[in-house]
């Protein structure tokens, strides 16, 4: 299977500090995307980086991609109390799948 | 924009009865995702289409669930008869899919399914 596997399963800071997420994944890919989720919503993208990027920033987040580790990690910097929500990595599977394969999440709580 | 519009946002069944859920994704759309999230599976792909076409249903469970796509702006995902390990939360998705490249996908607010 492709399905990437975030790691921690559940996180829990003080606002203001940063959190990092990390996903795993198996197979080559095209792009990998980070999505949100708020308790008893939808999904909602974040951000996504393409398998020739290494880095990429949105705002307060920051999303590393290592294609010969097969991992990504997604930072939040100072984070508040607004960003507690579960946050999934997905990827696509190179050659042309449209499929878009995601883990099982990080729970962040981010104490006021 | 109105987003992806799914409908009933909460179904309370008994076993053996059909269910039907919709969803309207976002216009001008041309590629339609169905996913079911549960606890202890996370979010499994059921299928999806593109521009109305089923293109993969290899995550539909069982015969007794059933996809369909009549037109750009509406789709529905029926389960019949329903059965109490169903209960989940059924979300769809659409993107704008190029040349078999996946992008960014919308999601609805889901339909929470409760099967007694």
């Known amino acids: 299977s492709q399905q990437g596997e975030e790691d921690p399963q559940a996180l829990s800071i003080q606002e203001g500090e940063n959190a990092t997420m990390n996903c795993s994944y198996k197979?080559?890919?095209?792009?990998l995307q980070w999505y949100r989720q708020n308790s008893g919503r939808g999904l909602v993208h974040l951000i996504l980086?393409?398998?020739?990027?290494r880095e990429k920033h949105s705002g307060r987040l920051r999303v590393t991609l290592d294609t010969s580790k097969k991992s990504s990690s997604l930072l939040i910097t100072a984070s508040r109390a607004a960003d507690t929500a579960s946050y999934f990595c997905?990827?696509?599977?190179?050659?042309?799948?449209?499929?878009?394969?995601f883990g099982k999440g990080t729970k962040l709580t981010v104490n006021p | 924009d109105a987003g992806v519009i799914q409908s009933p946002r909460h179904e309370v069944t008994e076993m053996g009865q059909e269910v039907t859920l919709r969803c309207k994704p976002i216009?001008?759309?041309?590629?339609l995702f169905w996913y079911r999230q549960t606890m202890m599976r996370g979010l499994e792909l059921l299928i999806y289409?593109?521009?109305?076409?089923?293109?993969?249903d290899s995550g539909m469970p069982e015969d007794r669930f059933s996809a369909k796509m009549p037109n750009a702006s509406f789709s529905t995902l029926k389960i019949q008869p329903s059965e109490p390990r169903d209960s989940a939360v059924y979300f769809c998705?659409?993107?704008?899919?190029?040349?078999?490249?996946?992008?960014?996908?919308?999601f609805g607010e889901g339909s929470r399914l409760t099967v007694l």
């Open positions: 998705a659409s993107s704008l899919m190029g040349a078999a490249v996946t992008g960014e996908l919308f």
């Open positions: 197979t080559s890919i095209n792009n």
């Open positions: 980086i393409r398998s020739n990027e």
């Open positions: 997905a990827t696509d599977a190179q050659g042309g799948s449209e499929k878009l394969v």
């Open positions: 216009s001008g759309h041309n590629s």
């Open positions: 289409f593109n521009n109305n076409v089923p293109i993969d």
